[in-house]
T-cell receptor, first 110, second 115 residues
């Protein structure tokens, strides 16, 4: 079983749509959770950290369920500029490497 | 925010030659840096953990003699791909976490093409 698994995608949605990405992780010792965004041929960039209580940043909402080892990202009112690959990322505590999911590609269409 | 700078961004080399990639933390000290590789339409795969002043830790399946890592200072780690072959063509990215050990920062990546 892969350490981090994501919806395979791609997701093709019209502008203004709401889209949800899911992710599961296998290491129960994981303590830090993130969503990164990666544009084509570029390095990943942090979109948001994910907290147990759930957190929201504008149109983006992230949720974590530790019991189910499940993470989600909700994007409301999709924009063309949201088109990218979204990476679910986890790590253990301290200065340990991040473990990446394969990513889910989103295409927002006009 | 913290910045990680990686050079070169793109390199094309002949099969059998060696290529050095540099990763610098510009405004923080990184005792540990991470090197990832990403093939097309694949996820980032950790290759090795670079530790300042000591030997790197390599992931299973990554040849330490082929991918030489040097972390001689708190702000610089280098990855040298020795005797490169076409199958080594990939996107190589370095990463470091700042002192708070929360967010990880990435270099711009190096797209290596071996011909």
């Amino acid at each position: 079983r892969k350490e981090v698994e994501q919806d395979p995608g791609p997701f093709n949605v019209p502008e203004g749509a709401t889209v949800a990405f899911n992710c599961t992780y296998s290491n129960s010792a994981s303590q830090s959770f993130f969503w990164y965004r990666q544009d084509c041929r570029k390095e990943p960039k942090l979109l948001m950290s994910v907290y147990s209580s759930g957190n929201e940043d504008g149109r983006f909402t992230a949720q974590l369920n530790r019991a189910s080892q499940y993470i989600s990202l909700l994007i409301r009112d999709s924009k063309l500029s949201d088109s990218a690959t979204y990476l679910c990322v986890v790590s253990s505590s301290g200065n340990t490497p991040l473990v990446f999911g394969k990513g889910t590609r989103l295409s927002v269409i006009a | 925010g913290a910045v990680v700078s990686q050079h070169p961004s793109r390199v094309i080399c002949k099969s059998g030659t060696s290529v050095k990639i540099e990763c610098r933390s510009l405004d923080f000290q990184a005792t540990t840096m991470f090197w990832y590789r990403q093939f097309p339409k694949q996820s980032l795969m950790l290759m090795a953990t670079s530790n300042e002043g000591s030997k790197a830790t390599y992931e299973q399946g990554v040849e330490k003699d082929k991918f030489l890592i040097n972390h001689a200072s708190l702000t610089l780690s280098t990855l040298t791909v020795t005797s490169a072959h076409p199958e080594d063509s990939s996107f190589y990215i370095c990463s470091a976490r700042d002192r708070s050990n929360t967010e990880a920062f990435f270099g711009q990546g190096t797209r290596l093409t071996v011909v």
